[in-house]
Nanobody, 126 residues
Framework: QVQLVESGGGSVQAGGSLRLSCTDS????????MGWFRQSPGKERDWVSC????????WYADSAKGRFTVSRDNAKHTLYLQMNNLKPEDTALYYC???????????????????WGQGTQVTVAS
């Protein structure tokens, strides 16, 4: 079973950068496509970016295109999200989760039964 811990969040000024990490304490990280999601107060959790099992296929929400880069290191059981040119609207709690399918134009939802971690808070000041 995948057990995920997110880190790397913080408070930055608009235009700043952060690098989020998501580490898996289980043994099967490399078997899963992975996704980053975020949730702002009063809003539903939404997709940010996804990556297939070997990192060759990535997908980005329109809000992330051109600013965020997703990557993974299966040997380290770690998923990354490099976020540049951050905007106040990026303020949210960020989560990672295994997803079912990733193509360049589509990312499916988190796998059924996924246990969401505590997330990592990103706050962007204007």
């Amino acid at each position: 079973q995948v057990q995920l811990v997110e880190s790397g969040g913080g408070s930055v000024q608009a235009g700043g950068s952060l690098r989020l990490s998501c580490t898996d304490s289980g043994l099967t990280f490399g078997d899963y496509a992975m996704g980053w999601f975020r949730q702002s107060p009063g809003k539903e959790r939404d997709w940010v970016s996804c990556i297939n099992w070997n990192g060759e296929i990535t997908w980005y929400a329109d809000s992330a295109k051109g600013r965020f880069t997703v990557s993974r290191d299966n040997a380290k059981h770690t998923l990354y999200l490099q976020m540049n040119n951050l905007k106040p609207e990026d303020t949210a709690l960020y989560y990672c989760a295994p997803v079912g399918q990733v193509t360049s134009w589509y990312c499916s939802d988190a796998l059924p039964g996924n246990s969401w971690g505590q997330g990592t808070q990103v706050t962007v000041a204007s």
